[in-house]
């Protein structure tokens, strides 16, 4: 078994429309997301995940010189990951292919 990060990237629109749902949608969003993880966590291939805020900070120049996040004129950002354990690079896609950010055409990339 090796592992790999399965890395959810979705338009900066679809990623901050979550914060404006109703609570009733955003507990369906996040039971969707809580099936798919639990399934893999049942297969005992989950090792972690969390999502990432819409936002961030870019440190350079050794340390120096802290900007505003590339997302901020990118069209896309990463809104979180989950570690898994797959016997190849095939099972990690094929685990992947389940994920619910499908749903807002977001992408997984897997690494």
């Given at each position: 078994m090796e592992k790999f990060?399965?890395?959810f990237h979705n338009a900066i629109p679809n990623e901050t429309a979550f914060l404006d749902m109703s609570p009733e949608a955003m507990q369906a969003e996040i039971e969707k997301w809580n099936t798919w993880i639990g399934g893999l966590a049942a297969q005992g291939k989950m090792h972690g995940t969390e999502?990432?805020?819409p936002h961030g900070k870019v440190i350079n120049g050794?340390?120096?010189v802290v900007t505003d996040g590339p997302y901020t004129e990118g069209k896309e950002i990463v809104?979180?990951?989950t570690?898994?354990?797959?016997a190849s690079f095939d099972e990690a896609v094929a685990l992947a292919s389940g994920c619910p950010i499908f749903d807002s055409h977001g992408s997984v990339e897997v690494r």
């Open positions: 990060m399965l890395i999502a990432l805020l050794g340390g120096t809104g979180g990951y570690l898994i354990s797959a």
